[in-house]
C-alpha cells in the first residue's frame, strides 16, 4: 500500500505541474476535440435558419462585394413578410456605403421596418505611432438607430486556432458592449422565443451540437429572388452571414478542426447553447487534482495486483471506462479533461510495471544463488515474498563436505584449490537444482542444500537422496580428472535429514540470507561427519529413512549419540548398489 501511495503521489504530482506549467495544453485542446467527435452530432433543438451568402449567391447578384446596401434592405423586407423572431446579421457595416447616403438610408428603412434586427461590431487593430491600436467598429449610426440591437462578434481564439468559448459581453478601448448573441438572445426571449437563463460570467463554453450544416439553410439569393417562401422563417431566429472561404469567414470548432466551420453557424450553435441552458462546465482544478492523484494510484495497484496480461487489459478497460464516462459527462453540460488522468493512469502503471521489473530483476539475482531457474522462475512470477518470509514447515536438509580437503589444499597452489573449488562447487549445485533443491549456503567446500522449500514436493527426502547419489558420480568424474592434473584424490560425504525447521530469509538489517535453523540442520551436519567413521558415503537419519526406504536400499548403522545431543539417533546408509564404483 506505501508503494501504491508513493505512486500516486509521485506521478500525480507530475502530471499535475505539466498541466499547470501548459505542456499538456495542446494535448488537452486536442482531446477536447475528441470528445466532441465521441460524442457525435446532436440534432438542434432551437429554430434558426442560416441565410448564406455563398459562392452562388455572389453570382446570382451580379455585384461586386460589398454589395450595395439596398440590396441587403430588399432582404430584409423579404424577411420581415416571414415574420421571424429575429433577424442578425452577421456583417459589419461600420462605414458609409460606396454607393452613397441613399443606399446608406433604404437600409436603414428597412431595419427600422424589420424592428427585430441585429447588427454586428467588430474589433479592429490600426498601427499608429505609438504601436498597435484595439477598438471597436461599431455600425454607423444611421444605421443603429433603427436596430433592435447591436453587439460584439468577436469571440475567444484558443492556442489552436480553435473557438470554443463566447462572450456575453466585450470591453475594449474603454467600450463596453454587449455581445452580438445576448442581443439576439434578448430580441428573440422579447418575442416570445422561452430560454433558459443566461449563464453566469462573461463567456461560456459552446456546446457545439454538429459538424458544418448542422442547421438548415437557405442562399440568400434564393429568398432575394423569391425562389423561396419566407413564410418557412416564421417564429424563427434569422442569422445572415458569408459561409464562403473567399470571404474569409471560416473557423475551427471542435466539429470541424481543419476550420471550415463559417462564423455565421458558430453564432448558431452558441444561441442554442443560450437558449437551452447547455453551456460546458468545466470540471474544477481541486476536484480534477484528487482524480489525478486517484488514478496515478490505481495504475500502480493495477501493475502490482495482476500479471502482466490481465494488468494490461485492466488497464485498457479502466481507460476505456474513463473515456465512456467522460463522453456521457458532455450530455450532462460536463467537460472534464482527459489528457492529465489518461497520463496519470498510465505513467501510475508503467512507473509501477519498471520499478517491479528493476526490483525482481535484483531479487533474482540475489535469489539465483539459492534456487534453480526453474524454481527462481516460479518464485519471480508468484510475487511470493511472504513465502520467503521465516516460518517453521518440514523439510530435508543436505550437508556435503569434501573428506580431506585441507591436506588436500595444501599439496595444490591456491589458484588451483580456487578452480577445483569453484568447478566442484558448480556441479554440484547444478545437481541439487536438477533435483528441485535449493543451496542454503557454501562453508569453504561443504555445500548445504534444503527440499521441501520454498514449494513443497511430497517426494523432497527421496529428492535428497538422490542428489546425494548423484554427487557421489559427479565427485568420481572430477576426482579422475584432478588425479591426472595434479595426482590429488577427491571424495565427499553426505549427511541427511529430515525434520521441522524455521527457514526463510533469515540475518540481520545489513544482509539477509534464505536459510535454515534447527535442530533438523545440525542433525544432518552430524550426519555428514560420521560419514568419515563408517565410511559410509552417504548417511541418512531415522526421520529420512522413513520417507525412502521403499525406493532405496540402506543399512541400519545402529543408534549413536551426536555432539550436542542427549538423546541418541538411529542412522542409516544408502548401499553402494546405488553408488556406481
Known amino acids: 500500500m506505501k508503494r501504491i501511495l508513493g505512486w500516486s503521489v509521485l506521478v500525480g504530482a507530475l502530471v499535475l505541474t505539466l498541466d499547470s506549467t501548459g505542456l499538456l495544453e495542446t494535448s488537452t485542446l486536442r482531446a477536447y476535440n475528441l470528445l466532441f467527435a465521441l460524442r457525435g452530432s446532436v440534432e438542434p433543438e432551437i429554430p434558426i435558419v442560416i441565410v448564406t451568402i455563398d459562392e452562388v449567391s455572389l453570382d446570382e447578384l451580379n455585384f461586386p462585394w460589398p454589395w450595395p446596401r439596398a440590396e441587403h434592405a430588399a432582404l430584409l423586407d423579404i424577411l420581415s413578410q416571414g415574420k421571424p423572431l429575429a433577424i442578425g446579421m452577421d456583417i459589419v457595416f461600420s462605414e458609409p456605403s460606396g454607393y452613397g447616403a441613399k443606399d446608406d438610408a433604404a437600409l436603414r428603412a428597412a431595419i427600422k421596418r424589420a424592428g427585430n434586427v441585429v447588427l454586428a461590431a467588430a474589433p479592429a487593430e490600426t498601427m499608429t505611432f505609438a504601436g498597435p491600436k484595439r477598438d471597436m467598429n461599431l455600425p454607423l449610426p444611421i444605421l443603429r438607430e433603427g436596430a433592435a440591437g447591436f453587439g460584439s462578434v468577436a469571440y475567444t481564439v484558443d492556442a489552436d486556432a480553435n473557438i470554443r468559448r463566447a462572450a456575453l459581453s466585450t470591453s475594449l478601448a474603454g467600450q463596453h458592449l454587449p455581445s452580438f448573441l445576448s442581443e439576439m438572445y434578448r430580441v428573440a426571449t422579447k418575442a416570445g422565443l422561452a430560454a433558459k437563463p443566461l449563464p453566469p460570467g462573461d463567456s461560456f463554453l459552446i456546446n457545439y451540437r454538429g459538424e458544418p450544416g448542422t442547421y438548415e439553410e437557405i442562399a440568400f439569393y434564393q429568398l432575394w429572388r423569391k425562389e423561396v417562401s419566407p413564410d418557412v422563417l416564421n417564429g424563427k431566429i434569422v442569422l445572415i452571414g458569408a ?7 471560416i473557423f475551427s470548432t471542435p466539429f470541424a478542426p481543419k476550420g471550415t466551420m463559417p462564423g455565421v453557424e458558430i453564432h448558431a450553435h452558441a444561441l442554442e447553447t443560450l437558449f437551452r441552458g447547455i453551456s460546458l462546465h468545466t470540471v474544477p482544478g481541486p476536484i480534477l487534482a484528487i482524480i489525478v492523484l486517484l488514478l496515478a494510484g490505481a495504475g500502480a495497484w493495477i501493475s502490482t495486483a495482476f500479471r502482466p496480461l490481465g494488468a494490461l487489459l485492466f488497464l485498457t478497460s479502466t481507460w476505456a471506462a474513463m473515456i465512456v464516462l467522460t463522453v456521457a459527462m458532455l450530455t450532462w453540460q460536463t467537460s472534464m479533461d482527459i489528457v492529465s488522468p489518461s497520463l496519470a493512469l498510465g505513467l501510475g502503471y508503467f512507473g509501477a510495471t519498471v520499478e517491479a521489473f528493476i526490483r ?222
Not at 459561409?243 to 469567414?249: E, K, S
Not at 520467503?388 to 595444501?410: A, K, M, N, Q, Y
Not at 549419540?561 to 553408488?579: F, Q
Open 243 to 249: 459561409t464562403t472561404p473567399i470571404m474569409h469567414d
Open 360 to 581: 525482481e530483476q535484483r531479487q533474482s539475482r540475489r535469489l539465483s544463488r539459492f534456487f534453480s531457474p526453474a524454481v527462481l522462475k516460479e518464485v519471480i512470477r508468484a510475487k511470493s515474498d511472504v513465502n520467503l518470509g521465516s516460518s517453521r514447515r518440514l523439510l530435508t536438509v543436505l550437508f556435503c563436505d569434501i573428506r580431506g580437503f585441507t591436506p588436500l589444499s595444501e599439496r595444490l597452489e591456491p589458484e588451483e584449490v580456487a578452480e577445483l573449488l569453484g568447478e566442484y562447487l558448480t556441479d554440484l549445485t547444478a545437481v541439487v537444482f536438477k533435483h528441485g533443491g535449493t543451496v542454503d549456503k557454501y562453508v569453504g567446500d561443504c555445500i548445504i542444500a534444503l527440499y521441501n522449500v520454498p514449494f513443497e514436493h511430497p517426494d523432497h527426502a527421496k529428492q535428497a537422496v538422490r542428489t546425494a547419489i548423484e554427487f557421489q558420480e559427479h565427485t568420481r568424474a572430477l576426482s579422475g580428472k584432478w588425479r591426472a592434473r595434479t595426482g590429488v584424490e577427491l571424495r565427499n560425504g553426505v549427511g541427511i535429514s529430515t525434520g521441522e525447521a524455521v527457514v526463510g530469509t533469515l540475518g540481520s538489517r545489513q544482509r539477509l540470507e534464505y536459510t535454515a535453523i534447527g535442530d533438523t540442520v545440525n542433525l544432518a551436519s552430524r550426519l555428514e561427519t560420521l560419514t568419515k567413521d563408517f565410511e559410509f558415503p552417504i548417511i541418512v537419519s531415522e526421520s529420512t529413512h522413513a520417507l525412502v526406504n521403499d525406493e532405496f536400499a540402506v543399512q541400519p548403522l545402529g543408534t549413536v549419540t551426536l555432539k550436542g545431543k542427549e538423546k541418541p539417533v538411529n542412522i542409516y546408509a544408502v548401499l553402494k548398489s546405488h553408488i556406481q564404483n
